[in-house]
């Protein structure tokens, strides 16, 4: 669900996903909200396009209902578990990065569908950090596909991009080519409430 639903925003932008949230770390906390909940046919009829039925929904619960988190879904501090004030229901792509993900690896071969991309480029001091949605499961090598959201810029919104990794690592810019030679690239990261990590 957390993929199908990321995918769709590149061909219509869901109206749920609000303008204000509309950056890369907002695609990947809108897709994770609406892959808990739901998808009947009242969720249906209010999203503008679905790429593909993924399937089952999530069973032990259904958002915005999580036990004790609501609609907290995001670890903002560090340390151990110490209430939902721990939690937020936003977080900064660097949050995502470094408390709400685990590091997978740095070779496309070892991620999985589903696994984000975090980039961290210091010479931009605004935004330093920036995440992309890896969508193809393996087997396809650098012609699996990320989708992501540039993020706004002056009085320009961003928009939602679709590309191979392939053509990811040919962009004039090397600091976006997500290979482990490239110290901007963090790496794949794997959502900690998938990889059986505490949340």
């Not at 770390?25 to 209010?46: T, V």
Request: charged fraction near 20%.
């Amino acid at each position: 669900w957390f993929v199908a639903i990321a995918e769709s925003q590149f061909y219509s932008v869901d109206n749920r996903w609000a303008r204000v949230n509309r950056d890369c770390a907002g695609l990947a906390r809108f897709a994770y909200m609406q892959a808990m909940r739901r998808h009947d046919a009242a969720w249906l009829s209010a999203t503008s396009y679905l790429h593909h039925w993924p399937g089952k929904d999530v069973q032990a619960f259904s958002y915005p209902d999580v036990p004790v988190l609501g609609q907290s879904l995001f670890r903002t501090r560090p340390g151990s578990f110490d209430g939902v004030g721990s939690f937020l229901p936003t977080a900064s792509a660097r949050v995502l990065w470094e408390l709400n993900t685990v590091f997978v690896s740095r070779q496309e071969c070892n991620a999985q569908m589903g696994d984000l991309l975090f980039f961290r480029d210091i010479q931009n001091a605004d935004s330093p950090m920036h995440t992309m949605i890896l969508l193809d499961p393996p087997g396809a090598g650098m012609k699996r596909r990320v989708v992501y959201h540039t993020g706004a810029e002056g009085d320009d919104p961003g928009e939602v991009r679709m590309v191979s990794l392939a053509d990811l690592s040919a962009h004039k810019d090397d600091r976006w080519h997500p290979q482990k030679d490239n110290p901007n690239f963090l790496g794949f990261y794997r959502w900690k409430i998938l990889d059986g990590g505490q949340p």
